[in-house]
């Protein structure tokens, strides 16, 4: 069975109260926390992803996941890999930086819809916005 890494930074944190976590990521192995370049921004209970190399910082947890649940994952967030350009957001492969000083490889939900009129968490962390 193979097993990918997932970055998830909003509803399928650990401390996010939506139940999204306890659901989709039942079972996964906890990798640790990370961040990633990027702005985060609140579409309504839920965050948007848009990465940049020259923003600051979004905070997430990384977990490893086996195929079934990142199918799971896609459908929890809307998605199909490839994405369609109608769809809010594409899974990505990216390297991202864990708590611990590594780098990594993992999959992370981006957003490809224009974010004006969203509000900007300038925290760059959804639980904490």
Known sequence: ????????????RRACATGAHQTYLAGAEFIG????????????YYPALVLDNAAGTVVGEIYRVSAEQLV???????????SLPTQEYQRKKI??????GAVMSAWVYVYQHP?????????GDFLKA
């Open 1 to 12: 069975m193979q097993n990918d890494y997932i970055f998830v930074y909003g509803t399928l």
């Open 33 to 44: 926390n990370a961040k990633v370049r990027g702005n985060l921004y609140r579409v309504s």
């Open 72 to 82: 799971n994952l896609d459908v929890y967030e809307e998605c199909t890999y490839p």
């Open 95 to 100: 390297d991202l930086s864990t708590d611990a």
């Open 115 to 123: 974010v004006q009129g969203f509000e900007l968490i300038t925290s």
